[in-house]
């Protein structure tokens, strides 16, 4: 069983369009929780940190279920340079990082 | 900002060939990584450092081996390159401890080989 796991999609929304993500880990004892963006043959870079209360930034909210192990993205008001994969990521408690496959996300005009 | 710096970014190598990916990171991180991606496999851990001289295999070590001399430096080396290896390899670091703490990386090393 994988450690992180995500739909891979693509999902294709329309611009202004409401999306959202969800991913599912393995490990009940992971300590940490974050969304990751990655464009074409760019590497990851932090999108956001999740956190159990939740967290927002802008028009991007993070979700944690510690009890469904599960997180989720919502992305408002999508954006042509939204598109891009979105990779979710979780530490262990031995500063282990997994990554899910990735979400692929194509904003259309 | 935190800043790992792969100094190949594209590289052809010959099978059989040795093949040296260097990686440095100037925030003074424990820990380093390296991961290579490839499509529809996602990202793989191929080995992790927490400290100096010390390593760990990751999840795919075969064929690979590293090197950590100095905290900022994490060196993946392909003893003898084989095809199966053509991919992006992403070196990464974080700091230890403390929840909360990032994983940053790399911009990435595309390695060919023929």
């Known amino acids: 069983r994988k450690e992180v796991e995500q739909d891979p999609g693509p999902f294709n929304v329309p611009e202004g369009a409401t999306v959202a993500f969800n991913c599912t880990y393995s490990n009940s004892a992971s300590q940490s929780f974050f969304w990751y963006r990655q464009d074409c043959r760019k590497e990851p870079k932090l999108l956001m940190s999740?956190?159990?209360s939740g967290n927002e930034d802008g028009r991007f909210t993070a979700q944690l279920n510690r009890a469904s192990q599960y997180i989720s993205l919502l992305i408002r008001d999508s954006k042509l340079s939204d598109s891009a994969t979105y990779l979710c990521v979780v530490r262990n408690n031995f500063n282990k990082f997994y990554f899910g496959s990735g979400t692929k996300l194509n904003v259309k005009p | 900002d935190v800043k790992v710096t792969q100094s190949s970014r594209y590289l052809v190598k010959r099978t059989g060939e040795k093949v040296f990916l260097e990686c440095v990171q100037d925030?003074?991180?424990?820990?380093m990584f390296w991961y290579r991606q490839d499509p529809g496999l996602g990202l793989r851990l191929i080995y992790f450092s927490y400290d100096v001289k010390m390593k760990e295999k990751g999840d795919i070590p075969e064929g690979y081996s590293v090197s950590r001399e100095k905290k900022e430096r994490f060196s993946l080396i392909l003893e003898s390159a084989s095809t199966n290896q053509t991919s992006m390899y992403l070196c990464?670091?974080?700091?230890?401890?403390?929840?909360?703490?990032?994983?940053?990386f790399g911009e990435g090393s595309w390695l060919t080989v023929v």
């Open positions: 925030m003074d991180h424990e820990n």
């Open positions: 990464a670091s974080s700091l230890s401890a403390a929840s909360g703490n990032t994983i940053y």
């Open positions: 999740v956190y159990s």
